[in-house]
């Protein structure tokens, strides 16, 4: 069975309803249609980008895990083994400039890890399938 992790942007705009997020996905996630994961390093990017004012987002932690609890994603724990595949995983040239967001490597990791598709609109990922990432272009 085909497992899903949301990238965190695909979580935010799936949090605050946000068109961006292609209806087939949201539909998909509302009907329980496959596994889905948020992994606990989405939840702590949410929390940094509220803190320095990048993203508005009414309400908290409490409020994501009681999101999460209600629509059935899960929340996946960072393991060693996800700590190992991003040591090991080459950093990307995307236009010429390294990828180095430490937020998306350890989701790409994880995805890669545990042979889940990633649901993501960043297109600095489809780099990464080289390296065995599964993805899903919102």
């Not at 995805?111 to 609109?121: D, H, N, P, R």
């Amino acid at each position: 069975m085909t497992c899903y992790l949301l990238d965190t942007h695909i979580f935010i705009w799936l949090l605050t309803d946000d068109d961006r997020l292609d209806k087939n996905i949201r539909e998909d996630i509302e009907y329980f249609q496959y596994p889905y994961y948020v992994s606990i390093e989405t939840l702590r990017e949410i929390v940094i980008l509220q803190s320095l004012n990048k993203i508005t987002f009414d309400g908290g932690v409490e409020k994501i895990v009681n999101y999460l609890e209600k629509a059935q994603i899960q929340i996946m724990p960072i393991e060693i083994n996800h700590i190992k595949t991003l040591e090991n995983l080459p950093i990307a040239k995307v236009d010429k400039r390294i990828h180095d967001d430490p937020f998306d490597r350890l989701l790409i990791a994880q995805a890669i890890a545990e042979k889940f598709t990633i649901v993501s609109s960043d297109g600095k990922f489809l780099s990464y399938r080289d390296y065995g990432l599964k993805l899903l272009v919102n």
